[in-house]
C-alpha cells in the first residue's frame, strides 16, 4: 500500500510546524540578543564571551545530548527542551523590559538555551524518521531546509522590527514560539524511542561508554566517516570564503550595500535549492548528485578571483546555495535511514561535533591569508581546498556507500526480484 503523501501526513505536518515555529523564534533572538547585551553592557567583549560560551557550552552538550535522545522518550525530549526554552526566554523578557541585563544573565540565558537545543535538534531528526518511510525522507528533508532557510531570512527582519517597537518583544515572541512548537509536538505520534534494556537497568554504568559510541559507530562505518569529513571540509572552506568576500567589500568602500545583498542572494539562492532538491533526489543517485554538487562548487569558487564586479560575485553566491542543498540533503537523508533507530541521537550528535570544532578556523584561516595574500589569492586557496574535497569524494570508497533511497519507494503491486543499483 502506499504511502499517503506528505500534505497529508498530520504527525509529519505537527513535527514540521513545531520546528517551524521554534525556528523562527529563534532566529528573530539571534539578532536582537546582540542588541540587548551592547545596550545594557556597552561591551563588544561582553558580547564575544556571551557568544564563545555559548558555542562551547553547545558542544560539550552534544554527546550527552545524543545519549539522552537515545535513553528517553523522543516526544517528552521535545516537549521538556521547548517548555524550559520557553521558560528561559520568559524570564530573559522579564529582565530586558526591567532593564536589568547584566552579562551574568545573558551568559546564563544563552548557555541555557544551548544546552536545551542540544538535544532538541537530534530528537527531531529521529522523530522524522519514525513519522515518514525511506521513500519520502529527502523530501521531507527539503521541506526542512525550506523551513530553514526562510527562518534565516525573514526570522532576523522579524527581530530587529520587534526589537525597533520594543526591546522585549522578540524575547517574549520567542518564548510564545516555543509554547506553540510544544503544542504542535503534543498531537506528534512518535514511534520507536528505544531504550536497551541493560541500558534502563544499570544507566550509570552504561554512561561513559554511551558517550562514545557515537564516535565509535561513525569510526567504523565508511559512509558515516565521509560525512563527516565532507560537512567539517565544506564548513571550514566557507566560513573562510565569507570573511574574504567581507573583506573585498570593505576594502571597495561599500560594506553594508554590498554584503547585505549577497546574504540576501545567499539565502534567496538556498531556498531555490531547498525546493529544487526533491527533483534532484528523483533524477540522480545520491553518489552522483553529491560528486556533482561538489565539482561544480569547486569550479565556481576560484571565479571569484575574477574582478568581475558585484554582479558576477552575487551570481556565483547564488549559485553555490543552489547547488549545496541538494548534496546536504542527500546525505541527511542517507544517513537517517542507514542509521539504526536506538542509535540515531548519538550518531547525529557524534556527526556535528568536528565540523562545530571546525568551523571558527575557517575565518582564522583566511585571517591569516589575508595578512599576507590578496583577496582575489585566498579565493583560489579555498577553491583548491573544495577542489581537493572534490577529488577525495571521487576516490573515496565510504561515499560509494551511500544508500539510495529511491529504491525504497512503497510499491504499489508484488516486488520485483531484483532491485535497481545506485550509480557507482
Known amino acids: 500500500m502506499d504511502s499517503p503523501p506528505l ?13 517551524a515555529l521554534s525556528a523562527f523564534g529563534s532566529q528573530a533572538c539571534y539578532i536582537a540578543l546582540p542588541l540587548v547585551i551592547l545596550s545594557a553592557t556597552h561591551s563588544v567583549t561582553d558580547f564575544a564571551v556571551v557568544t564563545f560560551a555559548e558555542t562551547v557550552v553547545g558542544l560539550v552538550a552534544a554527546l550527552p545530548a545524543g545519549v539522552l535522545v537515545d535513553r528517553v522518550n523522543r516526544k517528552a525530549v521535545l516537549l521538556a527542551c521547548d517548555l524550559a526554552r520557553a521558560l528561559v526566554f520568559a524570564l530573559l523578557t522579564l529582565a530586558v523590559g526591567a532593564h536589568r541585563v547584566t552579562l551574568p544573565i545573558a551568559l546564563i540565558a544563552a548557555t541555557a538555551n544551548s544546552v536545551l537545543t542540544a538535544p532538541f535538534g537530534p530528537a527531531a531528526s529521529a522523530a522524522l524518521r519514525s513519522v515518514v518511510p525511506p521513500s519520502q525522507l529527502t523530501a521531507a528533508l527539503s521541506l526542512s531546509q525550506v523551513r530553514a532557510a526562510a527562518a534565516t531570512l525573514v526570522g532576523p527582519l522579524l527581530g530587529a522590527a520587534l526589537y525597533a517597537a520594543a526591546p522585549a ?6 518564548a510564545l514560539s516555543f509554547l506553540a512548537s510544544a503544542g504542535c509536538i503534543a498531537f506528534v505520534k512518535i514511534h520507536g524511542s528505544s531504550t536497551t534494556s ?19 559507530e561513525v569510526r567504523r562505518s565508511p559512509f558515516l566517516r565521509y560525512t563527516l569529513i565532507n560537512s567539517a571540509v565544506v564548513n571550514f572552506a ?3 570564503i565569507i570573511l574574504t568576500l567581507i573583506t573585498a567589500n570593505s576594502a571597495g568602500g561599500t560594506t553594508g550595500f554590498h554584503n547585505g545583498l549577497i546574504i540576501a542572494c545567499s539565502g534567496g539562492g538556498n531556498l531555490l535549492g531547498s525546493l529544487l532538491a526533491p527533483w534532484a533526489g528523483r533524477h540522480f543517485t545520491p553518489r552522483i548528485l553529491v560528486l556533482g554538487v561538489l565539482w561544480i562548487t569547486a569550479a565556481l569558487v576560484p571565479l571569484l578571483a575574477v574582478r568581475g564586479g558585484i554582479v558576477l560575485t552575487v551570481l556565483l553566491i547564488a549559485g553555490c546555495s543552489v547547488l549545496v542543498p541538494s548534496a546536504n540533503i542527500a546525505i541527511s537523508a542517507a544517513t537517517l535511514h542507514s542509521v539504526p533507530n536506538h542509535l540515531q541521537g548519538r550518531v547525529q550528535t557524534a556527526c556535528a561535533i568536528l565540523p562545530g570544532l571546525i568551523v571558527p578556523f575557517g575565518p582564522l584561516t583566511a585571517g591569516l591569508l589575508l595578512e599576507h595574500l590578496a583577496n582575489p589569492e585566498v579565493f583560489l586557496v579555498f577553491g583548491a581546498v573544495l577542489s ?4 577525495f569524494s571521487t576516490t573515496d570508497n565510504g561515499l560509494r556507500h551511500i544508500p539510495d533511497l529511491r529504491d525504497h519507494a512503497a510499491p504499489t503491486g508484488p516486488q520485483p526480484s531484483s532491485s535497481r543499483k545506485a550509480a557507482a
Open 238 to 240: 566557507f566560513g573562510g
Open 388 to 391: 581537493v574535497l572534490a577529488l
Open 7 to 19: 500534505r497529508r501526513n498530520r504527525d509529519y505536518q505537527w513535527l514540521w510546524s513545531a520546528h
Open 169 to 174: 518583544l522578540p524575547f517574549i515572541v520567542n
Open 198 to 216: 541493560s541500558a534502563r537497568a544499570h544507566p550509570a554504568r552504561k554512561l561513559l561508554p554511551d558517550l562514545t559510541t557515537g564516535l565509535s
